[in-house]
């Protein structure tokens, strides 16, 4: 089978690591680098002995497949152009700014029998792989991810930046409709929500508390899965996962702490824990999730199938994301009519619809 030849766009550091993967791949070609930025496309350019380029466009005609890793407001242009060119893509996360564009993306790419990918890495740690096999159906999800401000992503909130990591990870795990959602957030550095908390109810009854925070002293990745069967604790940094499985007599409500006589009281004490909420520990091995996401867009390619993270799976992130950034920017701080509201804290603002007033579209994400 001959090499995929292939090209990133955006030479900033993720784009970096992803032409790195491309480049040390055995079954694919790395073409070029393309950034308008020349000491970064240099520099990756001669990293990986390959073609440094100051935009896309040198690389219609010359490519099968293509790596988006540029700011998130150039996505969606610039995956347009690719995938009308015939070019299967990887979007780097989120797919787009807003849903609207992220459901045009889908449709072109499905239009054109080509693969749409979006690069949510973390469905590829294994701790969570493990996590989704172990708890089904999940009817509770707490979810905290906080970094440092990097000046990276400075183009979107943490809602995009962070929160949508698991975002995603929550809607593979959840097979059913969003019922409500409630969030609010403030802007700490920026024009942007850097601290962020959403509740989602679904319609199966599970409700998913997501948090993110990108001005924290405390680097976190965290979750924890409740269902009616069982715990799962996920530690996304150390790649570790613990599971609690209640026993079968607490599983049929068959022990009765009101009937137990003061010595079983005494002994439950003890051996309650062990005997009846058995914990199991388990720690995986490293492993460079995204050489394997990489290695999983080739593979969608060449064996024409869906990647892992298709390109509606990353538009129902981004509708969700939107859905939450609508609720934080009407999030009212105080009771009084003009009182502060949103990521920011401005004074709510009243507009008397006159004949010719029409409501504006829906809020981008971001």
Same mark, same amino acid.
């Given at each position: 089978?001959?090499?995929?030849?292939?090209?990133?766009?955006?030479?900033?550091?993720?784009?970096? /690591?992803?032409?790195?993967?491309?480049?040390?791949?055995?079954?694919?070609?790395?073409?070029?680098?393309?950034?308008?930025?020349?000491?970064?496309? $240099?520099?990756?350019?001669?990293?990986? /002995?390959?073609?440094?380029?100051?935009? $896309?466009?040198?690389?219609?005609?010359?490519?099968?497949?293509? %790596?988006?890793?540029?700011?998130?407001?150039?996505?969606?242009?610039?995956?347009?152009?690719?995938?009308?060119?015939?070019? $299967?893509?990887?979007?780097?996360?989120?797919?787009?700014?807003?849903?609207?564009?992220?459901?045009?993306?889908?449709?072109?790419?499905?239009?054109?029998?080509?693969?749409?990918?979006?690069?949510?890495?973390?469905?590829?740690?294994?701790?969570?792989?493990?996590?989704?096999?172990?708890?089904?159906?999940?009817?509770?999800?707490?979810?905290?991810?906080?970094?440092?401000?990097?000046?990276?992503?400075?183009?979107?909130?943490?809602?995009?930046?962070?929160?949508?990591?698991?975002?995603?990870?929550?809607?593979?795990?959840?097979?059913?409709?969003?019922?409500?959602?409630?969030?609010?957030?403030?802007?700490?550095?920026?024009? $942007?929500?850097?601290?962020?908390?959403?509740?989602?109810?679904?319609?199966?009854?599970?409700?998913?508390?997501?948090?993110?925070?990108?001005?924290?002293?405390?680097?976190?990745?965290?979750?924890?899965?409740?269902? +009616?069967?069982?715990?799962?604790?996920?530690? /996304?940094?150390?790649?570790?996962?613990?599971?609690?499985?209640?026993?079968?007599?607490?599983?049929?409500?068959?022990?009765?702490?009101? +009937?137990?006589?003061?010595?079983?009281?005494?002994?439950?004490?003890?051996?309650?824990?062990?005997?009846?909420?058995?914990?199991?520990?388990?720690? /995986?091995?490293?492993?460079?999730?995204?050489?394997?996401?990489?290695?999983?867009? %080739?593979?969608?390619?060449?064996?024409?199938?869906?990647?892992?993270?298709?390109?509606?799976?990353?538009?129902?992130?981004?509708?969700?994301?939107?859905?939450?950034?609508?609720?934080?920017?009407?999030?009212?701080?105080?009771?009084?009519?003009?009182?502060?509201?949103?990521?920011?804290?401005?004074?709510?603002?009243?507009?008397?619809?006159?004949?010719?007033?029409? +409501?504006?579209?829906?809020?981008?994400?971001?």
């Amino acid at each position: 089978m001959s090499k995929i030849r292939t090209a990133v766009v955006g030479a900033g550091r993720l784009g970096g /690591f992803h032409a790195l993967k491309l480049y040390q791949n055995p079954h694919v070609e790395l073409v070029a680098v393309a950034d308008p930025f020349a000491p970064n496309r $240099h520099r990756v350019a001669s990293e990986c /002995f390959c073609e440094s380029l100051p935009d $896309h466009r040198g690389l219609l005609g010359r490519i099968d497949a293509a %790596i988006i890793a540029t700011p998130t407001g150039l996505h969606y242009d610039l995956a347009k152009q690719l995938l009308e060119a015939g070019v $299967h893509l990887l979007v780097e996360k989120p797919l787009c700014n807003d849903s609207a564009d992220a459901d045009a993306l889908v449709a072109l790419a499905r239009r054109k029998n080509l693969v749409l990918q979006v690069g949510h890495v973390e469905r590829f740690n294994p701790a969570f792989a493990a996590a989704a096999e172990s708890i089904q159906s999940p009817k509770y999800i707490d979810a905290v991810r906080a970094s440092a401000y990097t000046f990276r992503s400075t183009d979107v909130g943490a809602v995009l930046d962070l929160m949508i990591h698991d975002i995603d990870l929550v809607l593979s795990l959840v097979k059913s409709r969003v019922r409500s959602v409630e969030a609010l957030g403030a802007s700490v550095v920026g024009g $942007h929500e850097d601290v962020a908390n959403a509740r989602i109810a679904f319609e199966c009854g599970c409700v998913a508390n997501l948090s993110a925070s990108r001005v924290s002293y405390e680097a976190v990745r965290r979750m924890q899965l409740w269902s +009616l069967q069982g715990f799962g604790s996920i530690d /996304f940094a150390n790649r570790s996962l613990s599971v609690v499985r209640p026993s079968d007599a607490l599983l049929r409500r068959e022990f009765d702490v009101d +009937l137990l006589a003061p010595e079983e009281i005494e002994r439950q004490r003890k051996s309650f824990a062990g005997e009846h909420l058995p914990r199991e520990e388990r720690q /995986f091995d490293a492993v460079d999730a995204l050489a394997l996401e990489v290695q999983d867009f %080739i593979d969608s390619i060449q064996n024409r199938r869906d990647p892992r993270v298709t390109g509606e799976a990353g538009r129902d992130a981004v509708s969700l994301a939107e859905e939450i950034l609508d609720r934080i920017h009407d999030h009212a701080w105080d009771s009084s009519q003009d009182g502060p509201a949103g990521p920011r804290a401005l004074p709510r603002r009243h507009t008397i619809p006159a004949p010719h007033f029409t +409501l504006p579209s829906r809020r981008v994400a971001g």
